[in-house]
């Protein structure tokens, strides 16, 4: 799933502080069209922090009954990565990729200089979460490709079992291709779990389902844990949970799942509009002008409908923007 909105803008998600550099990031809603479609919450990227490491977008989904129909639409300069709790979505792209992608099952699309694709689902229950990760500069314009993962490694430890679904957690490494240093899982809960956390990395927390509260220090194998007053509550479904660099660990308990997402703090200025990620104005709306025009993305085979036509630009220039605003 991707952003399907009619007048894009800049996202100016709610943020709120809770010491010790933590942030809840409470997002919006974002209906993406139709009577029986989807409502998402997106949380990536907000008012004041746009990135996770080089996670720059999140539209968590459900659990709701609900139809996906995502018609072909572009993508540069980024990774998307599929990951569904619930349900099933068909995937298809202008390489010719045919994919059903299931609960569990990781399907990662690189855009690179360009793709399509269209998604799209029959009337079920839905639920899961939609990431784009940005591509550094030396890799934006490498080839489109699509992988798909049906079995990730796990990564166990007393009260957790973690699906490392992208790059790597506690010495475990997905087989997914990643091109900056970064780590993705689902973290499955099951009383009191201590998670490994690389202490280079940022990370963000989002509870997919059950609960699941952070909890405050202790004697820990990783050392001292500095913890923020937001680390002695539950975390509520909905809002992303931003935790700055320097944590050894992460301790979560309760009997539920956990999205864990996180990497090396990214360097490079963006430009995001619409499904495309670029680096100025220009290039956004060079890339607008080859979609409208049907050149440089390939063609969707196997979709009943037409392609998703572009939005019309604001008034004004796109600025590139980091991290943080």
């Not at 550099?21 to 139709?34: I, N």
């Amino acid at each position: 799933m991707s952003n399907l909105e009619r007048d894009p803008r800049e996202i100016r998600c709610a943020t709120t502080g809770t010491g010790e550099g933590a942030e809840v990031l409470t997002g919006r809603e974002v209906p993406l069209g139709g009577p029986r479609a989807m409502t998402v919450r997106r949380t990536l990227p907000g008012a004041h922090r746009r990135m996770i490491g080089a996670w720059c977008f999140v539209d968590a989904y459900g659990p709701q009954r609900a139809t996906m129909r995502v018609p072909p639409h572009p993508h540069t300069g980024l990774q998307t990565v599929s990951w569904l709790v619930a349900g099933e979505v068909l995937h298809r792209d202008s390489l010719g990729t045919l994919q059903e992608i299931r609960p569990g099952q990781l399907s990662l699309m690189t855009a690179g200089r360009g793709i399509s694709h269209s998604e799209e689902s029959p009337e079920t229950v839905l639920h899961g979460v939609q990431l784009w990760v940005a591509l550094p500069d030396a890799h934006r314009h490498t080839g489109p490709g699509f992988e798909h993962h049906p079995d990730l490694p796990v990564l166990s430890g007393p009260g957790f079992a973690a699906t490392v679904v992208m790059g790597a957690l506690g010495g475990v490494t997905s087989p997914a291709t990643a091109y900056s240093p970064l780590v993705g899982a689902e973290v499955a809960v099951d009383g009191m779990g201590e998670v490994p956390l690389d202490p280079a990395y940022e990370h963000g927390l989002l509870l997919l389902d059950g609960e699941a509260a952070l909890v405050g220090p202790g004697p820990s194998e990783y050392g001292p844990l500095e913890y923020g007053p937001l680390e002695y509550g539950p975390l509520e479904y909905g809002p992303l949970v931003y935790l700055p660099p320097g944590r050894a660990a992460v301790r979560l308990s309760g009997r539920g799942r956990v999205l864990l997402i996180g990497g090396e703090p990214f360097g490079e200025e963006l430009v995001m509009w619409w499904n495309f990620v670029g680096r100025s104005h220009d290039e956004i709306a060079a890339f607008r002008k080859e979609w409208a025009e049907g050149e440089g993305f390939g063609a969707v085979e196997g979709f009943d409908g037409a392609p998703l036509p572009a939005p019309v630009l604001p008034g004004t220039r796109l600025k590139p923007r980091g991290r943080v605003r």
